[in-house]
């Protein structure tokens, strides 16, 4: 006679670990959907975003956590987040496929390179704020959306989302303020 291992104590509290998984994720799906719907201003890409999650977690191996609830929903914010990231980066990389103004001063390369270099002063300045600054920032600026519509998607105050707008503004001011020009000869 042949014995195995006992494999089916196993296989039977993953299946149950991912039928636990599969019950609150359904539970949750449409607090996700609206949060991240309200975050990216859109019910198709959020329910698109839910999906990529629900996939994410099911081909992975299960994360044991305490409250799956408040895990899930944390997760569908970050996803959010990063849609709204990667929204911008492509954003701005299509910018280059616009077709070319004529300029008339002929100094296009300069004001090329003058441009690119404060738009990285510009990055770097964003990435180095909190990152709820950086969002609230990026939702305004880059996505359009009002104050009070971000106030009510973040679960703060009008007066908070503009202090943290007023941060991120003055960032930006500061990273494209130019040291004096030094006059030849004299030491800085």
């Known amino acids: 006679m042949i014995s195995h291992p006992p494999e089916s104590s196993e296989d039977e509290q993953q ?50 956590v305490e409250e799956l609830n408040t895990y899930l929903l944390r997760c569908a914010g970050n996803i959010a987040i990063d849609h709204l990231r990667s929204e911008g980066a492509r954003m701005r990389g299509n910018e280059g496929w616009l077709p070319d103004q004529p300029d008339s001063h002929g100094s296009e390369p300069q004001a090329a390179l003058e ?45 908070a989302v503009e202090k943290h707008m007023m941060r991120a503004l003055e960032a930006c001011k500061a990273s494209l303020r130019e040291p004096e020009p030094r006059t030849p000869g004299k030491a800085p």
């Open 115 to 159: 441009a690119g270099n404060d738009l990285r002063h510009v990055e770097a300045a964003l990435r180095a704020l909190p990152e709820r600054t950086r969002h609230i920032f990026l939702l305004n600026r880059i996505h359009g959306r009002k104050y009070a519509q971000i106030a009510k998607a973040m679960g703060l105050s009008q007066s």
């Open 15 to 64: 299946g149950g670990e991912r039928a636990h998984f599969l019950q609150v994720f359904l539970s949750q799906r449409s607090q996700m959907e609206a949060l991240v719907s309200r975050r990216v201003g859109c019910r198709a890409t959020a329910a698109d975003l839910v999906q990529d999650l629900f996939l994410r977690f099911w081909r992975r191996p299960l994360v044991q």
